[in-house]
């Protein structure tokens, strides 16, 4: 079986076309039979978010989907699909991915995409780049609003903003069942998705 080299240089086995794969931050032990790994996350700067504590994390690696493939049930065994997101392998160096090479992207409507999730999570974060300020807002099981984030100012690469591409956007909450990424009229990329509880 061919490897492939994930984030960390590491060699893992190469799998079937997008099929979903796991990369994994300094976790120290996995869970038998299970695609999660325990370990501390971290609190974001500057938002309203729980004190650290141990939580089960899932990164999604974008790796294995192939450019322009629309991205919806791919991960829904690890408990989430998309909604209006497509992958790519950006030509623009403005949307440059923090790691690897594939981002999602809010398409076929421009500025926007959505995550659900199979069980309510409390934590979701993701690098984002985008062309204009971004809200990623979060919502409970009954459409209600959950927690806010957004980023105030656009962060292409090679701007001169002051804030970085792939910023990580971060929420904490109870019951979050779902998330969307929203950069008013503006093109937006996501990389390194995370959720957990």
Not at 176 to 197: A, N
Request: neutral net charge; aromatic residues 10%; proline residues 8%.
């Amino acid at each position: 079986m061919a490897e492939y080299i994930d984030s960390r240089g590491e060699a893992q086995p190469e799998l079937r076309r997008s099929e979903p794969t796991l990369d994994y931050a300094d976790a120290p032990r996995s869970l038998p039979g299970l695609d999660v790994l325990l370990f501390p996350v971290g609190v974001a700067a500057g938002s309203e978010l729980a004190p650290l504590r141990q939580r089960k994390r899932i990164r999604l690696n974008f790796a294995k989907l192939q450019p322009f493939e629309l991205v919806n049930r791919q991960f829904q065994r690890l408990g989430v699909t998309f909604a209006n997101a497509i992958a790519l392998s950006p030509s623009n160096p403005a949307y440059s991915p923090y790691v690897g090479r594939t981002v999602i992207m809010g398409c076929p409507r421009g500025g926007w995409l959505e995550a659900t999730f199979d069980a309510p999570v409390k934590f979701v974060s993701s690098c984002v780049t985008s062309s204009r300020p971004t809200v990623m807002a979060a919502y409970d099981g009954n459409n209600q609003p959950v927690a806010q984030t957004e980023m105030r100012t656009a962060n292409l690469a090679g701007s001169n903003s002051e804030v970085p591409p792939n910023v990580e956007l971060c929420i904490n909450g109870e019951g979050i069942c779902r998330v969307t990424f929203y950069s008013f009229d503006g093109q937006l990329t996501v990389g390194e998705f995370c959720f957990g509880t």
